[in-house]
Structure formats: C-alpha cells, structure tokens
C-alpha cells in the first residue's frame, strides 16, 4: 500500500473521535468514492462471448437431446 503511513496516521487521529463521528467520516469517504466515474464496460461483449460459445458442428436436434436426458435419467434413476 504506496499510502500506508498515512492511513495510519488518520486513523490515529480518528481514533478518540465518538464513534458516530468515525462513522459518518467513513460515509463521507464512501460516498465520494461513488462520484468518481466507473470505467467503461469493455467494447464488443456480446461478439466475444458468442465466439466462446461457438462450435465447429452444428447443434443437436430437439430429438437428439431429449435422448440424452433421458439417458441421463435411466442413468441416475435407473
């Protein structure tokens, strides 16, 4: 942490304040946090999870799937 001393020494100095004064010193800090702007969301997303998602076959059939479950339930069922 490149501020460390100094984090110590405010919370040194803070330390004998009333409890509800540390508290809204803390929600003052937080809530300038909530100012600062967001960095933006990665570009071109959707593009990139639907390459991830892509196969070099086509996808099964509605005949070859329910197959498959129920394969997989004669396998856990019996």
């Known amino acids: ?12 100095r803070v ?6 004064d540390r508290v809204a010193l803390a929600y003052q800090i ?3 946090m909530r100012i600062a702007p967001l960095q933006p969301a990665p570009r071109d997303t959707f593009s990139r ?11 099964p059939d509605d005949e070859t799937v ?4 129920q394969e ?3 396998e856990k069922y019996g």
């Open 72 to 74: 997989h339930r004669d």
């Open 15 to 20: 330390e004998p304040w009333p409890e509800a």
């Open 49 to 59: 999870a639907l390459g991830v998602a892509a196969g070099n076959s086509p996808p």
């Open 66 to 69: 329910d197959r498959w479950i």
């Open 1 to 12: 942490m490149t501020h460390e001393r100094d984090i110590n020494e405010i919370l040194s």
């Open 30 to 32: 937080l809530r300038k």
